[in-house]
């Protein structure tokens, strides 16, 4: 099954295309650059199944989004563009896409979000940007959000980050605003 991370759009441009059945995300040598492609979207990396180092990453986003959702709820001044990354696919295929949702809310229960503009899949059929969607915490893949103009969670984004080659690496700081160290201590 092929599954594609895509960057937060807001935040910076990076995604992933992964070839793994349900939580499995990575980064190989097929990543292209942090610009976006003909589309307008960000562009595709290729990502091994089995990746430990994303899913990883996925683990501690879901172990954290306790954290993230008190802040969803409660935000400090200076906190924004609230977003959660979740898993999509077309029923019966065997890929997926792993996109960003913004405009969050959070019920008690589930997240309540739209495809971010930018982020819509592109081999999804049944998934459109700016359509709404719903997720339960345990679902997600990812959350990030800006206070006071610096990333917090994006825990995929870090992943992707190391395995870029050193002018990626200079791209995605300059687009996220962050130091070396804060994209490889994710």
């Not at 959070?106 to 930018?118: E, R």
Request: hydrophobic share 35%.
């Amino acid at each position: 099954m092929h599954l594609r991370h895509k960057s937060l759009t807001a935040i910076g441009a990076i995604l992933v295309l992964v070839n793994a059945p349900v939580h499995s995300q990575g980064l190989s040598s097929a990543y292209r650059s942090v610009s976006h492609t003909a589309s307008g979207n960000p562009p595709i990396i290729e990502v091994p199944d089995g990746d430990a180092e994303m899913n990883a990453a996925i683990n501690k986003a879901r172990a954290t989004v306790s954290t993230f959702i008190k802040e969803l709820k409660h935000p400090r001044p200076g906190d924004t563009l609230f977003s959660i990354k979740v898993k999509v696919s077309d029923p019966g295929k065997k890929y997926a896409e792993h996109i960003w949702l913004t405009h969050l809310t959070f019920d008690g229960t589930q997240f309540h979000g739209i495809v971010s503009h930018g982020d819509g899949p592109e081999t999804i059929k049944s998934v459109k940007e700016g359509q709404k969607l719903s997720a339960k915490p345990n679902q997600i893949s990812d959350w990030a959000y800006s206070a006071n103009g610096r990333l917090v969670g994006g825990y995929s984004l870090g992943v992707l980050y190391r395995r870029a080659s050193k002018g990626e690496q200079e791209e995605i700081r300059n687009g996220l605003g962050l130091t070396d160290h804060e994209l490889r201590s994710r």
